[in-house]
């Protein structure tokens, strides 16, 4: 079993997911929890934000996140691969900083506009 908080609505349901009876999941208030709650105990995943070097802009860093959310397990080598990105500016919000991060298939972009 696994206690959880969900974070879909407002309402901050407390969850007990149970690996046991093909992931049950009590607690929910919404359909919304019980999702969330299968979710995280099966195939947890993160939205990574973070910031990359940029040169020749403005300020020094670009502030960039996953286009959507990665497995959990490759949150930290994901953060690792941002370290060894240089943008050189200009740089557009939306624009892809690193493809495919960590294999992942998801890409990280640029969340603002640097001139």
Known sequence: MKELVCIVCPNGCRLRA?????????GNACPRGEEYGKNELLYPVRVLTGTVRL???AIARCPVKTVGPIPKEKLLEAARALCGVDVQAPVHTGDVVLADVCGTGVDVAATRTIL
Do not use: A, P, Q
């Open 18 to 26: 149970y690996e046991e009876d093909g992931c049950r999941v009590e």
């Open 55 to 57: 040169h020749g802009g």
